[in-house]
């Protein structure tokens, strides 16, 4: 590899880490809910991918592929660990008049956060992916490295089962 060759490649890199920090790092904090994992984590994902981009097609959808870097980096960890948490889909929002009570918003993080530890990491991830991070389909689809109706269906499942761990503690 020529050092001109190395240059662009880490010039490159410099900006997809400048673009996509912050959301990659977002991201798998509510994959493993301890903000210090997630940096290393993210760290970790970053690695990967500089290691990897001298094989990346001029042609590839470097923000899905790099989504696909940090999911399996965090599926690694999470394998390792046996840990499964995440953060409230509530978090982040402002409180809606009839949710003004802190004990209620309490309450309702409380039963996100019980109906999220009751997926599994394959229906999790679309679930925040599109919930949480607004990413559509198609673009999980790439992230996740799996077709858009698998996509649908892991949604559907992950909502059909979080609508259900919800209504059984009201």
């Known amino acids: 590899m020529t050092s001109n060759h190395r240059r662009d490649i880490d010039k490159e890199f410099e900006q997809l880490f ?5 959301a990659i790092l977002n991201y798998l904090y509510r994959m493993v809910g301890d903000p210090s994992k997630a940096e290393e984590l993210t760290q970790d994902a970053f ?5 990897a981009m001298p094989r990346l097609p001029d042609d590839a959808n470097v923000r899905a592929w790099l989504y696909r870097i940090a999911t399996n980096t965090a599926y690694d960890y999470l394998r ?3 840990l499964i948490r995440w953060l409230p889909l509530l978090e982040d929002r402002a409180a809606t008049p009839e949710r003004s009570n802190p004990a209620s918003t309490m309450g309702d993080r409380e039963a996100v956060q019980q109906g999220l530890d009751q997926l599994a990491p394959d229906y999790r991830a679309p679930l925040v992916l599109f919930s949480v991070q607004g990413y559509s389909v198609r673009e999980i689809a790439d992230m996740l490295g799996i077709s858009e ?4 269906t892991r949604l559907c499942r992950a909502r059909a089962k979080f609508r259900e761990v919800l209504g059984e503690n009201e």
Do not use: I, L, P
Not at 18 to 22: E, F, K, N, R
Not at 149 to 152: F, L, M, Q, R, Y
């Open 18 to 22: 400048a673009d996509h920090q912050t």
């Open 47 to 51: 690695v990967k991918a500089y290691r």
């Open 80 to 82: 390792r660990k046996r």
């Open 149 to 152: 109706g698998a996509v649908k």
